[in-house]
T-cell receptor
Framework: AQSVTQPDIHITVSEGASLELRCNYSYGATPYLFWYVQSPGQGLQLLLKYFSGDTLVQGIKGFEAEFKRSQSSFNLRKPSVHWSDAAEYFCAVFTGNNRKLIWGLGTSLAVNP | ETGVTQSPTHLIKTRGQQVTLRCSSQSGHNTVSWYQQALGQGPQFIFQYYREEENGRGNFPPRFSGLQFPNYSSELNVNALELDDSALYLC???????????????FGPGTRLTVL
């Protein structure tokens, strides 16, 4: 069965530090992968997506993610975190079956000043 | 360009009642998907509507039903509410469902439903 695992429930980093949020997926075919961010009281916003091609994808707000098929991973990175990046981050994989997105449980990011 | 809007923002109901949540899709979008997000969880796909017809469904019982109107706005109806239905209900619109992932889903802020 398709699934998405985000191993880190909560991460705290200092402002200006680098960030990596982990995502592992289980899906038999070529995955379509996404990272979304959810701030309190706001809807989910797409940060970036991977469909095919270059395995390093750039997104909004200075985020990037690298698709590694051999590791079934799609980790999100940012070289320097800003206080405004504090939010909940979700990794998701699209399944052609039933046309649905399968989501991880999310990683809550806190940023220390 | 107007984004995805949802109403109401918050709602409190009691067990056994029925509820209707509403979603206005982004201008030009013909597909609406509904998700349930319980506290501390990722969203769970409920169903998707494309051109007024259900176009995919997750593992939710029939008491979760929906509608899409000619203007592509949508409703989510839940009958016989249970305590576990308490969650944030998210609506997302997109340009088309086919290869749905190829078209970004734009999410509304959600409706927070509390069932007592």
């Amino acid at each position: 069965a398709q699934s998405v695992t985000q191993p880190d429930i909560h991460i705290t980093v200092s402002e200006g530090a680098s960030l990596e949020l982990r995502c592992n997926y289980s899906y038999g075919a070529t995955p379509y992968l996404f990272w979304y961010v959810q701030s309190p009281g706001q809807g989910l916003q797409l940060l970036l997506k991977y469909f095919s091609g270059d395995t390093l994808v750039q997104g909004i707000k200075g985020f990037e993610a690298e698709f590694k098929r051999s590791q079934s991973s799609f980790n999100l990175r940012k070289p320097s975190v800003h206080w405004s990046d504090a939010a909940e981050y979700f990794c998701a994989v699209f399944t052609g079956n039933n046309r649905k997105l399968i989501w991880g449980l999310g990683t809550s990011l806190a940023v220390n000043p | 360009e107007t984004g995805v809007t949802q109403s109401p923002t918050h709602l409190i109901k009691t067990r056994g009642q029925q509820v209707t949540l509403r979603c206005s899709s982004q201008s030009g979008h013909n597909t609406v998907s509904w998700y349930q997000q319980a506290l501390g969880q990722g969203p769970q796909f409920i169903f998707q509507y494309y051109r007024e017809e259900e176009n995919g469904r997750g593992n939710f019982p029939p008491r979760f039903s929906g509608l899409q109107f000619p203007n592509y706005s949508s409703e989510l109806n839940v009958n016989a509410l249970e305590l576990d239905d308490s969650a944030l209900y998210l609506c997302a619109s997109s340009l088309a469902p086919a290869g749905g992932s190829l078209y970004e889903q734009f999410f509304g802020p959600g409706t927070r439903l509390t069932v007592l």
